[in-house]
């Protein structure tokens, strides 16, 4: 394994990008982890972008990001970052560097929210507020971390952050690598702290593979993760501990659970500690020195309100001394004036033994607006009376609106770049 710190792609051209703002638009993870860690404290601006942006909206990005210098790898030649005057070239040939002097300058870091180029939003972050959740370095030398994040993103830049400042080596996912390799590779590295997303937990529950690995921690973030998953995860992982935490580029890592159920404890709210959480109309609020610093689009809201609280617009349900995930506010159903969350329908769908996946989509109705349509994916030993008991499983726990009008069995649903189960309008 490699020891990031010490390595360099950029020898001698870091020079040239001494203060600038740099917008890092790499293929290769690998390589972005390596400027990223070679870059802070050296450029003024690290712009991260994800590899789902297209090569011809780099300009637009370049442009709003304000970046005078760019850095690409070898597959990115045609690259064309607009009127970026500076363009490194990130060669192939890792050499050994000096270990770096402490950082001349907090460089700023900016994150993209999920979306296109032009309407993902653009998060102002520093190595603080990054590693504010990250404890000291782990007491064990044998850590191993996994994720299925690209590291470009959130959710996974907190793991490679985790496994430079925690301690630990990380094992970074291949281009085009299936979730049976993934596995394969983390099993040969003896993976020992593994995260992703809950669709991605979900991928390798369904993988024949899933049983290679041994984790001592398996963290999900990123989605709701209803009981269902949590269950499966430690009927198949019996030895782990397994953590969902509440986690968003804006909000940063707000709280872990680990108690096995879904939802988070009442007793967080109002809380003291280093993390302020709050609920008003329903929705999670939150403040920290975790919190992003702003975002970057000067035509974009303020990212906190006037006491510092982040309206994260995850909408929240107490049910007898817990607090329950329904959805996103943005994400609602209208049912004949009656509000539908897709994920609260789906964590009832999920709760069928031969479901795997659910996706809950409105399809539309001349009397109600809308109605609930379900997809499904089952597993292979499913009969052919299933829909009819997914039915029945919904009906004892949904009321009547939240009901699902047609269920389609399908083979497989999309899960979107950034991990999380793609939810087309």
């Known amino acids: 394994m ?19 703002s740099v917008l890092i638009a790499m293929h290769d993870q690998f390589a972005s982890a390596l400027a990223l860690i070679e870059l802070d404290g050296v450029a003024g ?23 005078d210098a760019v850095v690409y790898d070898d597959d990115r030649d045609d690259i064309d970052p607009g009127g970026v005057p500076l363009r490194v070239r990130w060669t192939g040939v890792v050499t050994r560097r000096v270990p770096a002097k402490p950082p001349a300058r907090a460089t700023e870091w900016i994150l993209l929210t999920s979306g296109t180029a032009s309407a993902a939003k ?15 370095p782990a007491a064990a030398s044998d850590v191993v971390w996994g994720t299925f994040y690209d590291i470009r993103r959130y959710g996974g830049l907190q793991v490679l952050l985790r496994a430079l400042v925690g301690g630990g080596s990380l094992i970074l996912g291949g281009p085009g690598e299936t979730v049976g390799q993934y596995l394969d590779r983390l099993a040969a590295h003896g993976a020992t702290h593994v995260s992703g997303t809950p669709s991605h937990w979900r991928r390798v529950l369904m993988s024949p593979n899933a049983s290679v690995i041994t984790p001592r921690v398996i963290r999900l973030s990123g989605e709701i993760a209803d009981q269902s998953v949590l ?93 329950f995930f329904l959805g996103r506010r943005s994400g609602v159903i209208n049912v ?87 939810r087309h309008a």
């Open 336 to 422: 004949g004036g009656l509000k539908v969350y897709p994920e609260e329908v789906e964590a009832a769908i999920n709760r069928h033994p031969s479901v795997r996946m659910s996706r809950v989509r409105p399809r539309r109705s001349p009397i109600t607006g809308s109605l609930i349509a379900a997809d499904v994916v089952l597993d292979a030993e499913a009969g052919d009376e299933c829909t009819r008991e997914i039915l029945q499983v919904c009906r004892a726990v949904l009321p009547a609106h939240m009901i699902p009008a047609t269920i389609r069995v399908v083979p497989a649903l999309e899960i979107a770049a950034a991990g999380k189960l793609a």
């Open 122 to 136: 653009m998060v102002r972050h520093t190595f603080a507020t990054l590693t504010a959740a990250i404890g000291p």
């Open 2 to 20: 490699l020891d990031l710190c010490s390595t360099s792609r950029l020898d001698r051209a870091s020079e040239a990008l001494d203060g600038r």
């Open 45 to 67: 601006r690290l712009v991260v972008c994800t590899p789902d942006i297209a090569r011809a909206q780099l300009g637009a990005l370049a442009s709003r990001a304000g970046a």
């Open 231 to 323: 269950d499966a995860l430690r009927a198949r992982y019996p030895g782990a501990r397994i953590m969902h935490a509440f986690a968003s580029t804006e909000a940063g890592v707000a709280f872990e659970v680990d108690d096995g159920r879904a939802g988070f404890p009442e007793a967080f709210v109002g809380a003291p500690g280093d993390v302020a959480v709050s609920i008003d109309g329903g929705s999670l609020r939150l403040r920290s020195a975790r919190l992003a610093l702003g975002y970057l689009d000067d035509s974009a809201p303020p990212l906190a309100d006037a006491d510092g609280f982040v309206d994260t617009g995850d909408m929240v349900e107490y049910r007898g001394g817990r607090c």
